[in-house]
């Protein structure tokens, strides 16, 4: 069984755990944590592009749960509307990763640019929107969003990734109602649920570094338990602007994405 840690200079494995921690905290505050962890994971020499995916989800489950949990613990969300969407999300995801196996993601970053800009001018010029939960959908329907959500966004994860728990708060918070502190909580749920459905799929194909995942697994975890408690003391403001912050991230990074691949 390889580790992944035989050929790591002490340097680039410090440069993980800071990664993984950091990666960590936004993920429970907002997510879009793979943003820092993905680029250090291809640090590291001899690592192929599955190897380092496949690793980002393993080290990425530890911090989902136990934000997670943290966020159940302390917010109780309500688990009738997020153990769906986590379901579906866990199939989602697993179809996205069996198709990212077949078509390049460059297909459709322009799509998710385009969508993230939306989302951000939609959450920086309405500033009530999330502050307090106002549900907008009662009854079967309620599920039903949910559900389609959790599939949309599950599939998105396993084909790209990054931005995952960013779409998963703005959705919660823009289609269903939710204030942005019960849908971080929610929304740490279902992507735990998307990691582990892309996990499945890597599996089998002997993809994951052990002892490099567990690593990374355990600085995600720190990250994420901190994260999950400076989001619940600061509250749903905080959230919002840190949200602004990631998603501001996330059109830079793919959009330069786009650009390098227009040259290639």
Same mark, same amino acid.
């Given at each position: 069984m390889v580790s992944g840690l035989e050929s790591i200079q002490l340097g680039t494995l410090i440069l993980i755990v800071v990664a993984g921690f950091a990666a960590g905290w936004v993920d429970a505050v907002v997510g879009g944590g793979g943003l820092? =962890?993905?680029?250090?994971?291809? %640090?590291?020499?001899?690592?192929?592009?599955? =190897?380092?995916?496949?690793?980002?989800?393993?080290?990425s489950i530890f911090g989902t749960t136990t934000s997670a949990v943290t966020y159940y613990r302390r917010v109780r969300p309500d688990l009738r509307t997020a153990l769906p969407m986590a379901v579906i999300a866990l199939a989602g995801s697993f179809g996205g990763a069996v198709l990212a196996a077949t078509l390049p993601a460059s297909v459709f970053k322009p799509i998710i640019v385009a969508a993230l800009v939306a989302? *951000? %001018?939609f959450t920086a010029f309405r500033p009530a929107v999330g502050e307090l939960t106002r549900l907008r959908h009662e009854g079967h329907r309620h599920y039903v969003v949910a559900c389609l959500i959790g599939a949309v966004i599950g599939f998105y994860d396993g084909l790209i990734g990054p931005g995952t728990g960013s779409f998963l708060v703005i959705a919660l918070?823009?289609?269903?109602?939710?204030?942005?502190?019960?849908?971080? *909580?929610?929304?740490?749920?279902?992507?735990?649920?998307t990691n582990a459905g892309a996990l499945i799929f890597f599996l089998p194909h002997g993809s994951l570094l052990w002892g490099l995942g %567990?690593?990374?697994?355990?600085a995600n975890m720190a990250g994420g338990y901190l994260g999950a408690r400076t989001a619940?003391? =600061?509250?749903?403001?905080?959230?919002?602007?840190?949200? %602004?912050i990631v998603v501001a991230a996330l059109i830079l990074k793919l959009g330069t994405d786009i650009w390098q691949d227009s040259l290639a």
């Open positions: 820092i =962890q993905l680029p250090a994971m291809l %640090l590291v020499p001899g690592i192929s592009p599955v =190897q380092a995916l496949a690793t980002n989800k393993m080290g989302v *951000a %001018l918070v823009s289609a269903m109602g939710y204030a942005f502190l019960e849908a971080s *909580a929610k929304a740490k749920i279902v992507n735990m649920a %567990l690593v990374l697994g355990l619940v003391r =600061q509250g749903s403001r905080f959230i919002r602007i840190v949200f %602004l």
